[in-house]
């Protein structure tokens, strides 16, 4: 397992991780573009992790450290490498480049139907601080989104 931040060379590379998670479940994937603004954002970061010789891409996160505290923006896993520890390891390694850069906490948004990603967040510290109604679209109805935080340089 390697894991690595990256930049805006490898935005196609997120976009394509991205489409391979997030389209199974009736998400809209981000394209290498929306990736590529947001990389050119202030305090926003990737890491990107590989395995394999030649490596191959098994998952991503992206995230913003701002102002003393660190959101997840999306974080997508191949679903062939899924429930084998990528998730967990991309969060701690994003949460550690967020304590380095200043940030206290740690906030994101999951779905309220997706245990899986819920239980992984809760894994690694993350705890339900609020509930955002119909916050992300759906193609069956608009679903709930769970605000989970963590403390960070604690």
Known sequence: MILRPVGLEACFILAD???RAFRARGDRPWDAIAFEELLKSPGVFAVLGEAGEPAVEKGFILCRSIAGEAEVLTIGVDPAARRRGWGGALVE????IATETGSEAMFLEVAADNAAAIALYAATGFAKVGLRKGYYPR????????????ALNS
Request: glycine share 10%.
């Open 17 to 19: 991780l991205h489409d």
């Open 93 to 96: 390694m994003a949460a550690g």
């Open 139 to 150: 193609p069956d109805g608009a679903r709930d989104a769970v605000v989970m935080r963590r």
